[in-house]
């Protein structure tokens, strides 16, 4: 009867701890290395309210803007890996800034892959103040001009400054980089014109081109968008090799609890099947929807991808 007894105390003790395993119990915090209103913050907060109504927590997106989205990137990395702090990991901060940066305050090892959400490419935005309706016109423009253009990127080292180097280089043009602490701002002085051309995703750019505001003239895919088939490729104007984009993923501390990837992991398949892959196709985005192993596998061909990109762009790491 007295080791019964001991049973049952033992067992209710048990249980307030057991009910505190179950993930998650709180609010998780997803984190973005942009301000708000760039592509990644767009897949961060439609990935946000759906786990949010799933899990019956609140899932809070937080902009950490700043110096390629590695700011972001590090602070969830040495965060506490108990699946309550996630990043919602872009290829700049993930891939692209280790082409470009030579002190960078993590390692890929130092995240986990949960899965890969989207793939933007990008589009080459040109203020209409610009007398160009092509590619070609542009390239004659700027040959003509040495020096009158500056474009705008995403931060040092993020995807469209590499990119916009590339495509520099294989025009045999002169540029001025301009860099800005993410994509919104950029965007800004664009519309302003401050700079005039850029590379950006096709959500951000879509209701500045619709309203006539901004021109595209190529978009950095092999093959063209749905979202922008009138758009050619970068390929079809005469540059095969300038091809990339920003993508997003999600991510924890590589320390997190595997039950608690797992949890995660299956949460993000169930909403992508309920809705969350047409949401963010009907906002211009690449749905991808990839597992754990196949996200993981997607980074590090990604990571060696951008170190041949910075290579034939001749950009250094700084």
Partial sequence: ??????????????????????????????VVGYPAGGSTD????LTAERLSRRWGQPVIVENRP????????????????????????????????????????YAPQDFAAIALLTEQPLLFLLNPSVPAATLADFIALAKAEPGRFNYASFGNATANHLLMELFRAEAGIALTHVPYRGAAPAITDLLAGQVQ??????????PHLEAGRLRALALTRASRSAAAPKVPTMAECGFPKVVGGTWASLVAPARTPP????????AVQVIWREGLGEAVRERGLEPMGYDAPAAAAFIAAEQAKWLAIAAAAGVQPE
Avoid at 67 to 93: N, W
Avoid at 197 to 206: E, K, N, Q, R, V
């Fill in 42 to 45: 767009v897949v961060a907060r």
């Fill in 259 to 266: 039950e608690v990837l797992a949890t995660i992991g299956a």
């Fill in 66 to 105: 700043g110096a390629a989205g590695t700011l972001g990137a590090d602070a969830v990395a040495k965060a506490p890996s108990d699946g309550y702090t996630l990043l919602i990991g872009a290829s700049g901060e993930m891939a692209v800034a280790r082409a470009g940066m030579k002190a960078i305050p």
């Fill in 197 to 206: 051309l850029t590379m950006d995703t096709i959500p951000t750019a879509l």
């Fill in 1 to 30: 009867m007295r080791f019964a007894r001991r049973a049952l105390i033992g067992a209710a003790l048990a249980l307030p701890a057991r009910a505190q395993t179950v993930f998650p119990s709180r609010a998780v915090r997803l």
